[in-house]
């Protein structure tokens, strides 16, 4: 139902539910909103999501509903294409090395000040806008997000460790995360710029899922949800596949079915659920009102990846 929503134009209104299937739908609702009462979940927001106004709005809904259903949303967010606008407006050219984004001192002010600037306070104003009472802060904040440069990384084709300087980008070395569950155990919503701090005092770069995994490890969250441009984890004939465990997950990495940019995503996924998260979910973002489908509904939008095999986890 959702994706079919998702499929069709602005144009194409459907008539509203009525007041009984509305009622209906609240009830059917009870018991995933109790299973998250008082809980953390961390949701990382990014990709179209956050290019597209409607989706956008929405996105905040979801966010001011959870809080007022007694969940604790933290929101991690990216900002990738935002940061890239902003680097050519300036004519500062940037190139990736293994997918990460080669950050000298003049591209990492400009990635501070688009991340912990102009993206995070509009993701905060979005929120307000809905009636919530958002709080934006990046990792430097009280020592957030303590990291270390990335010095080196896996070789795609042998998969052996090699050096390389690709600048001002770094890994969660410590989480601190005080100044989040301050906030979060009030009635304010944090929303956090992926940038992190060095033992030496310099801004890093911190790739958004890799920091929101870090966080949501390190707290023990209910959930973490990923918000991705595709529908999840597909099969090798290009279906959707809505839930996988850990030695599942494995294997599809294995037999070649997960490929490319999916791997280290999974592979986070994994990495975060043996940390002690119950479930992480690879979320499609062009859905709208994807998080509460998610968490408020039997289906979902997406792949959990969890350590049991039951969705109802």
């Known amino acids: 139902m959702a994706k079919e929503q998702a499929a069709g134009t602005a144009g194409e209104r459907s008539p509203p539910p009525s007041a009984h299937t509305q009622a209906r739908i609240l009830a ?19 990709g179209h999501a956050m290019g597209d106004p409607a989706l956008a ?5 979801d966010v001011v509903l959870l ?15 935002q940061i890239a606008g902003m680097l050519k407006r300036l004519q500062l050219k940037s190139e990736f090395v293994h997918g990460l984004r080669v950050t000298d001192k003049p591209t990492v002010e400009v990635v501070e000040m688009v991340l912990a600037g102009l993206i995070n306070k509009d993701i905060v104003t979005a929120i307000n806008r809905q009636g919530g009472k958002a709080v934006g802060i990046s990792g430097k904040d009280a020592n957030l997000m303590m990291a270390r440069k990335i010095t080196e990384m896996p070789d795609p084709e042998s998969n052996l460790m090699q050096a390389v300087d690709i600048g001002y980008v770094g890994d969660p070395a410590q989480v601190n995360p005080h100044i989040v569950e301050v906030i979060a155990g009030s009635d304010l919503i944090p929303v956090i710029a992926p940038v992190g701090i060095s033992n030496e005092g310099e801004t890093l770069n911190i790739n958004a899922d890799t920091f929101a995994s870090a966080l949501a490890a390190r707290m023990k969250a209910k ?14 004939d290009g279906k959707l596949l809505p839930q996988l465990t850990i030695e599942e997950a494995r294997r599809l990495i294995r037999d070649g079915v997960i490929t490319g940019g999916m791997i280290p ?18 979320i499609d973002g062009r859905v709208p009102h994807c998080v509460l489908l998610e968490l408020f509904t039997e289906h979902g939008v997406g792949t959990l990846v969890t350590r049991k095999a039951k969705k109802s986890a």
């Open 28 to 46: 059917e609702a009870l018991p995933h909103m109790q299973r998250y009462d008082r809980q953390t979940v961390v949701i990382k927001y990014g």
């Open 67 to 81: 809080k007022q259903a007694g969940v604790n949303p933290i929101i991690v967010h990216g900002g990738g294409p």
């Open 57 to 61: 709005a929405a996105f905040a809904q």
């Open 223 to 236: 959930r973490l949800l990923l918000l991705t441009d595709v529908a999840g984890v597909l099969d090798k």
């Open 265 to 282: 995503k999974i592979e986070g996924c994994i990495e975060v659920v043996e940390a002690g998260v119950e479930a992480v979910v690879v």
